[in-house]
């Protein structure tokens, strides 16, 4: 069960996504982070901003990305905060990434391990390092849509109503205890670019809340 569940009204256009909170938990010192990320960067952005208007009391310690490529690493570099490749291609396997992932973020004192649009599956060695310290966001309302491409498959399916959840990693993917989610309508004429946009902006928005939640309620 989400600890906000969504609220959908009687007409399918008008989903209402949870109402964020006020103000955010307070603890004795910072949430250190760590930022898993493949791509563009932008949730790593939104959660940045959260934590400079002071809502959410956290630090991003190091970004981690995995494709030379990825605009992360521009982000990261206009957020003055410390980033490493960890090119997944060049490693035996997945626990030896893994391994290296450990590595870099004992070596940066992160507390929280926070996937963000982090395209590679990890596995016990990292899980184990971070147990129900390790966050992921997928975009769906799981556990319908799991896996890849989750916008193409709901759009497949017909579904009439949208969202993103974060989720605590577990080695299934995707099956991880809900900490938080939001909805949004699927509407006619919907493409997969249009629906990820519209689903994005939701995550900003929840990915910093949940964290602040997942530090504070533990999960069941």
């Given at each position: 069960m989400?600890?906000?569940?969504?609220v959908v009204s009687k007409n399918a256009s008008s989903i209402i996504s949870p109402p964020l909170p006020d103000s955010l938990p307070e603890f004795d010192s910072p949430l250190r982070l760590g930022?898993?990320?493949?791509?563009?960067?932008?949730n790593m952005e939104a959660i940045a901003q959260a934590i400079q208007s002071g809502w959410l009391q956290a630090q991003i310690q190091v970004v981690i990305y995995n494709n030379p490529q990825a605009h992360v690493a521009q982000r990261a570099q206009q957020w003055d905060i410390p980033s490493m490749l960890l090119n997944h291609r060049h490693f035996a396997s997945r626990e030896a990434l893994d391994e290296q992932?450990?590595?870099t973020l004992q070596a940066y004192e992160v507390d929280w391990v926070i996937m963000a649009g982090w395209m590679r599956r990890v596995t016990e060695v990292l899980i184990g390092a971070f147990p129900r310290r390790v966050l992921n966001i997928h975009p769906s309302l799981l556990p319908s849509f799991p896996g890849i491409r989750a916008v193409e498959q709901a759009l497949q399916a017909g579904a009439?109503?949208?969202g993103c959840t974060v989720h605590y990693v577990e080695l299934e993917v995707d099956s991880g205890p809900i900490v938080m989610q939001a909805a949004v309508p699927v509407l006619p004429g919907d493409t997969?670019?249009?629906l990820q946009a519209r689903i994005q902006?939701?995550?900003h928005r929840i990915y910093p809340v949940a964290i602040a939640l997942a530090a504070t309620v533990p999960p069941k």
């Amino acid at each position: 069960m989400s600890l906000f569940p969504d609220v959908v009204s009687k007409n399918a256009s008008s989903i209402i996504s949870p109402p964020l909170p006020d103000s955010l938990p307070e603890f004795d010192s910072p949430l250190r982070l760590g930022i898993l990320a493949s791509g563009s960067g932008s949730n790593m952005e939104a959660i940045a901003q959260a934590i400079q208007s002071g809502w959410l009391q956290a630090q991003i310690q190091v970004v981690i990305y995995n494709n030379p490529q990825a605009h992360v690493a521009q982000r990261a570099q206009q957020w003055d905060i410390p980033s490493m490749l960890l090119n997944h291609r060049h490693f035996a396997s997945r626990e030896a990434l893994d391994e290296q992932i450990i590595q870099t973020l004992q070596a940066y004192e992160v507390d929280w391990v926070i996937m963000a649009g982090w395209m590679r599956r990890v596995t016990e060695v990292l899980i184990g390092a971070f147990p129900r310290r390790v966050l992921n966001i997928h975009p769906s309302l799981l556990p319908s849509f799991p896996g890849i491409r989750a916008v193409e498959q709901a759009l497949q399916a017909g579904a009439k109503v949208a969202g993103c959840t974060v989720h605590y990693v577990e080695l299934e993917v995707d099956s991880g205890p809900i900490v938080m989610q939001a909805a949004v309508p699927v509407l006619p004429g919907d493409t997969p670019e249009t629906l990820q946009a519209r689903i994005q902006q939701q995550e900003h928005r929840i990915y910093p809340v949940a964290i602040a939640l997942a530090a504070t309620v533990p999960p069941k």
